[in-house]
């Protein structure tokens, strides 16, 4: 694809991006921030890319580290968000009966 | 040339990102909304290994992708919730140095011909560089392996200046003269960078900077996209630049810094410094069943709960204190600063572990007006967020921060384990005030004593 249609795909991005989040409360700001940060771990498709086409072992070992970072980022960033957001299951108020007392 | 149903997928993937992001910005949705992003990553990757495009060293790139995913996946299940925020800065800060990687790497492999693709690679480096640095510092202040508090270099602000220039010209010159000695030192030039830019950030601009370097991060990724001509990365990439750069905004516009003081205080050298130690000055410090009589004999109580109870895993106690008060007939509410615990929302997340209903849980706008019917305040384990530095004293690096407004109650009792002050490190007055009750301890401890004491009443 040429530069300017790439380019184009940028600028539009930018606009999404803006707009997806422009009302967002306080509460949800750290998770909103972690599942962002889960979402730039795809630069993993980016170290599979280049470790697939590397033949030098140094771009082959520094591919395999990129490749292992992002795939870090991806899982344990989707994990950790899932993990903050499930404390906002829907609960009835039938969490006022004593259920164990928290830890 | 890449097949369409591939291009179609990622189309796919691309819009279940968007989604996500969507989704996350309102509570009801935020589950599936990210469940949704991690679908489309899911989707992306699962194609890219069947799409029939030549991939070598395919099992060390399995290996890599298990053993990563594999880490990922435990250190996220595994990390006390007290310890999040420090996760996700790491998690961040590996995901730049993966973009910077891949750039490297691309370069390597392709060289400098193309200028423009040139630029691009230049940018995920630096930029990828900096977020990786930049969030390993933040992590080891989050996780108290180092000072929380602003690192001052001597001539700090110089060598930063220095490191940022030598930065900028090395990126130019390498477009204009593409040579991998010069790539290798603009890789070390920014790492050292990252590390300048965060050293002097402290206390409660921490999270500000975390959400900065997850926008910074993004932008690598959508570069690093550029350079290797994948849509994907670009529409991701730039999707969490814009929409992190927002919240940063967002961030800082709730604990009221200006976001220029955080970006630039490096520059500045504008810090914290004199904090005037208060030394041996006369405290008002009292036992559990003191506390416990203030509480049980009063008409209208709020708790402030703060970074203290989550460390000592007391939210369950906390509750615990607060039913038995409900029961007597003592209106209770939880009052939650934006930034309670290290990050906006974190509080909520902690409490909402400890079955707290939400309903009780009350933000600071709507609180703050009711102090002033109180008859008294339980602080366990916060201080920032309570000091009256922050609407009085201009030279508090805490100074314009929203607080919430304890000191206009009838009476004050905060759990604090000592005198030291709080993560942005500065005395609060409120502590000296003839109105406030100290009990030292660890908090659970403290709260389990009282809850026993109110028992017997």
């Known amino acids: 694809m040429d530069g300017v249609a790439l380019l184009t795909i940028f600028i539009l991005s930018i606009f999404v991006g803006f707009e997806v989040v422009s009302k967002v409360s306080t509460v949800l700001h750290t998770p909103l921030m972690s599942g962002a940060n889960a979402i730039h771990g795809i630069v993993l498709i980016g170290g599979i890319t280049v470790t697939g086409s590397a033949t030098h072992p140094l771009e082959i070992t520094l591919g395999v580290i990129a490749t292992l970072l992002g795939a870090i980022n991806l899982v344990g960033g989707f994990v950790v968000t899932d993990r903050m957001l499930e404390m906002f299951k829907p609960k009835k108020p039938v969490a006022r009966s004593d259920d164990g007392g928290g830890e | 040339m890449t097949p369409t149903w591939v291009q179609l997928a ?26 949704l992003g991690a679908a489309g990553a899911l989707l992306a990757t ?35 919730m007290t310890q999040m925020p420090q996760l996700v800065a790491l998690f961040n800060g590996v995901g730049g140095g993966a973009a910077a990687l891949v750039a490297v790497i691309e370069y390597l492999e392709v060289g400098g011909e193309n200028k423009i693709s040139l ?34 270099i001597p001539a700090g602000k110089w060598v930063t200046m220095l490191v940022a220039a030598l930065t900028v010209i090395g990126a130019v010159w390498l477009v204009i003269s593409p040579q991998v000695w010069l790539l290798a030192a603009l890789l070390v030039l920014s790492l050292i960078f990252g590390m300048l830019f965060v050293l002097p950030v402290g206390g409660a601009d921490v999270p500000i900077v975390i959400s900065l370097l997850n926008a910074f991060t993004g932008l690598s990724v959508a570069a690093s996209g550029y350079v290797l001509g994948n849509v994907l990365l670009i529409i991701a990439g730039t999707l969490v630049g814009a929409s992190g750069t927002l919240l940063t905004k967002e961030m800082a516009k709730a604990m009221g810094r200006p976001i220029t003081s955080t970006l630039f205080g490096a520059f500045n050298g504008t810090t914290a410094g004199n904090t005037s130690t208060g030394g041996d000055r006369p405290v008002r410090s009292g036992g559990p069943n003191d506390v416990a009589i203030m509480l049980g004999f009063a008409n209208k109580v709020i708790l402030v709960p703060g970074y203290g109870l989550a460390v000592a895993q007391a939210q369950g106690t906390l509750r615990e204190l607060a039913d038995l008060l409900t029961a007597r007939g003592v209106e209770v509410d939880y009052a939650i600063h934006p930034v309670a615990g290290r990050m906006p929302g974190h509080m909520n997340v902690l409490l909402a572990e400890a079955s707290v209903p939400y309903e009780q849980l009350k933000e600071m706008d709507e609180i703050n007006p009711e102090f002033a019917s109180t008859d008294v305040v339980l602080v366990v384990g916060a201080n920032d967020v309570v000091n009256p530095a922050a609407r009085t ?17 009838q009476q004050v009792v905060f759990l604090k384990r000592s005198m ?36 017997n009443l």
């Open chain 2, 420 to 455: 030291r002050p709080g993560f942005a490190g500065i005395e609060n007055e409120i502590l000296y005030d003839q109105k406030t009750m100290l009990l030292f301890g660890d908090a659970k401890d403290s709260l389990n004593k009282v809850v026993s004491s109110l028992k």
């Open chain 2, 10 to 35: 990622n189309l796919l993937a691309a819009v279940l990102f968007i989604f996500a992001l969507k989704g996350l910005s309102s509570p009801k949705s935020a589950r599936n909304g990210n469940l």
């Open chain 2, 119 to 152: 630029a691009a690679t230049v940018f995920t480096v630096v930029i990828g560089s900096v977020s990786f640095s930049g969030s390993i510092i933040t992590f080891l202040k989050l996780q108290e392996l180092m000072t929380s508090r602003p690192v001052i």
């Open chain 2, 393 to 409: 004293d201009k030279s508090a690096p805490i100074y314009g921060m929203p607080i919430l407004n304890v000191d206009q109650a």
């Open chain 2, 46 to 80: 699962v194609v890219l290994f069947i799409s029939g495009i030549p991939l070598a060293n395919i099992l060390l790139i399995l290996a890599a992708v298990l053993i990563g995913s594999a880490i990922g996946w435990i250190s996220a299940r595994k990390v006390q």
